[in-house]
């Protein structure tokens, strides 16, 4: 079946720095992916929408120049969280649909990323 | 705005207990009610619903979507202790796959 892969699984990083996350389809070309976000004991929030070769599209009250989100190929799309701060602290979750069209969203394992 | 609710929020049963997760749904355009489980990593597919009254099964779990009520209900017999996770219902909508979730039904199976 359809595998979405993410990377890095867990990343603590210092205020002020910037981390990318990177969201891979193993066996299937996406041409849109998701970014959540979930905060502890909370349900998956949708960020934006991210579509191969154009601007990501943002749910409201999500900074675009915070979160840059790149959607370079087919197969790749990579979520940059711009000079983080602690409350950027999340569980940060790709997804893409499979081929067909009536496929499922798989979901990425998820990145823990932590700011201190 | 779409909105997805879940019911109950959390739930402890004991093993072999059957449950019963509900979920309620209004939305704008809808594609498919769909089920996850997730334990400590991302959410893990279960079943996806399209139309009324098809009751999809796997194993011990089954889930049936009514779109006039606007519902759908995921049941669990013999529950194990693998059970435990949260179990998040979600409604895709649109062309765009996009996916809004309920908070999730926290479910703890016990010996």
């Known amino acids: 079946g359809a595998v979405v892969s993410q990377h890095p699984s867990r990343v603590i990083c210092k205020s002020g720095t910037s981390v990318k996350i990177e969201c891979r389809s193993l066996d299937f070309q996406a041409t849109t992916m998701f970014w959540y976000r979930q905060f502890p004991k909370q349900s998956l929030m949708l960020m934006a929408t991210s579509n191969e070769g154009s601007k990501a599209t943002y749910e409201q009250g999500v900074e675009k120049d915070k979160f840059l989100i790149n959607h370079a190929s087919l197969t790749l799309s990579t979520l940059t969280v711009t000079s983080a701060h602690p409350e950027d602290s999340s569980f940060y979750i790709c997804s893409a649909c499979g081929t067909g069209g009536n496929s499922p969203l798989h979901f990425g394992n998820g990145t823990r990323l932590t700011v201190t | 705005e779409d909105k997805v609710v879940q019911s109950p929020l959390s739930l402890v049963v004991h093993e072999g207990d059957t449950v019963t997760l509900n979920c309620s749904y209004e939305v704008t355009n809808f594609r498919s009610l769909l089920w996850y489980k997730q334990e400590k990593k991302a959410p893990t597919f279960l079943f996806m619903l399209?139309?009324?009254?098809i009751e999809k099964k796997s194993g011990r779990l089954s889930s049936i979507l009514d779109k006039k009520e606007l519902f759908s209900i995921l049941n669990i017999t013999a529950t194990q202790t693998g059970d435990s996770a949260v179990y998040l219902c979600?409604?895709?909508?649109?062309?765009?796959?996009?996916?809004?979730f309920g908070t999730g039904t926290r479910l703890q199976v016990t010996l």
């Open positions: 979600a409604v895709q909508t649109g062309t765009a796959s996009k996916l809004t």
């Open positions: 399209t139309s009324s009254g």
